[in-house]
């Protein structure tokens, strides 16, 4: 049975300490690693209760390099680029769903995401979501059945690679500098948070 404990890191901090990573170290995942990022997937809130996700875990070096050839990576590096040989995921988790009638299974399928995303970060692993993806291929590969959908596919691994933020409002696209570090716009707090009203961005004294 996967326990209920915490893991050290700080919720917040793990909130914020994650990026997504596209290279990753070589070192093994281990299988009660991976399950707790399932199981943290699982107790995530899904729209009416309606549960629709499943999830397939990957480890095996075989299929992983099949996946890989897959997967589409960072559309706005150019020229188009992919993790070298020795940095590519040893992990992934597919993210299925039951139903896409389900008028819900998108928010259910972020939120899964994102517990997986936060769960792996507090265990010191990286993790990049990826939806540009080849569903019908990953289908066979992985013999899911039609009854099932390939929503998306979450890469995991060790991080060799340690973006840095930069907090712009006039920019969405990330960029490698000329030492290959990863740098990613992100608008400042200040640009997104209104006070009870849109347009106050600092909260007003309440009178007494």
Aim: include cysteine.
């Amino acid at each position: 049975m996967l326990s209920n404990q915490c893991d050290s890191m700080n919720v917040y901090d793990a909130i914020c300490s994650r990026r997504s990573i596209r290279r990753f170290t070589q070192q093994p995942i281990a299988l009660d690693v991976l399950q707790r990022c399932v199981n943290a997937a699982r107790v995530a809130p899904s729209g009416g209760n309606l549960q629709p996700l499943e999830y397939i875990v990957v480890t095996d070096p075989v299929v992983c390099a099949s996946l890989f050839e897959t997967l589409s990576w960072a559309a706005y590096l150019q020229p188009k680029w992919t993790p070298e040989d020795q940095k590519r995921p040893t992990a992934y988790i597919v993210i299925l769903v039951r139903e896409t009638k389900n008028p819900y299974y998108q928010r259910d399928v972020g939120l899964a995401a994102g517990n997986i995303m936060l769960t792996a970060e507090a265990d010191g692993l990286g993790s990049c979501m990826l939806c540009n993806i080849n569903k019908q291929k990953i289908q066979e590969l992985l013999a899911v059945p039609t009854s099932r959908i390939v929503d998306s596919v979450i890469a995991l691994g060790f991080k060799a690679e340690h973006p840095v933020v930069e907090e712009r409002a006039d920019v969405v696209k990330y960029w490698r500098d000329d030492y290959e570090a990863l740098h990613v716009p992100k608008r400042p707090l200040t640009d997104v948070l209104h006070f009870n009203e849109y347009g106050t961005h600092t909260p007003k004294r309440t009178k007494r």
